[in-house]
């Protein structure tokens, strides 16, 4: 992990608390809604997403005080096939499991078959699901004043379910508004007091 964070950036304004109530993401550039339970140490989220890869989606994570995700059970189905993956931390490495049903056509295999080379601390992200930015935000304790911050990620891909390490930066360019660059195209977010996502511009907002 590389950036400045020094503990009197990390205190520079504390965040409000996340909410605990369920929260509802429309998307903007299709059809689809995702409503997520973000309470406790196990948060479950569901989503359906409209178009030419109609799918619907549900998934339990594990997260710990910290707001790291160590563990993620996700579902993913659509016409005529199903998937299913379990990822955890385990041992200083990572635990997966997937499994497939049907004929999903062109769609990845979910999972992956290369463990050994995923950085055991890398950050676990579920496709764009801005539950998970907000818990990004809070474990890496960023602030406007620490800069960039670069770290390993662990991507799962939607509606395929594929595995996907990498590497993002993030950066707080102000209170409201987070950059993410790396492996793929760069995507800003505006955010409210508490680090949750309002909106991603040309993709999704929230509608609480």
């Known amino acids: 992990m590389t950036g400045s964070r020094g503990a009197a950036a990390v205190a520079e304004r504390p965040r409000a608390d996340l909410p605990v109530t369920p929260l509802t993401w429309q998307r ?9 339970f973000p309470r406790g140490a196990r948060p479950h989220g569901s989503a359906i997403v409209a178009g030419a890869r109609a799918h619907a989606l549900t998934w339990t994570a594990e997260i710990s005080t910290a ?51 995923i950085d055991p601390a890398a950050l676990l992200r579920l496709g764009d699901s801005p539950i998970f930015v907000a818990w990004a935000i809070r474990r890496l304790g960023l602030t406007v004043t620490s800069g960039p911050v670069t770290v390993p990620v662990l991507r799962i891909s939607t509606p395929a379910l594929s595995v996907m390490p990498g590497t993002e930066t993030y950066h707080l360019v102000s209170a409201q508004r987070l950059r993410v660059t790396g492996d793929r195209p760069a995507v800003t977010y505006e955010l409210d007091a508490a680090g949750i996502v309002v909106s991603q511009p040309g993709r999704l907002r929230l509608a609480r």
């Open 28 to 36: 903007t550039d299709t059809v689809g809604t995702e409503l997520v």
């Open 67 to 117: 707001s790291e995700v160590t563990s993620l059970h996700v579902t993913s189905q659509g016409d005529g096939w199903s998937r299913e993956l379990r990822l955890g931390r385990a041992g200083g490495g990572w635990t997966c499991r997937a499994e497939h049903a049907g004929d999903a056509g062109d769609l990845p295999f979910a999972g992956t078959e290369e463990l050994d080379a």
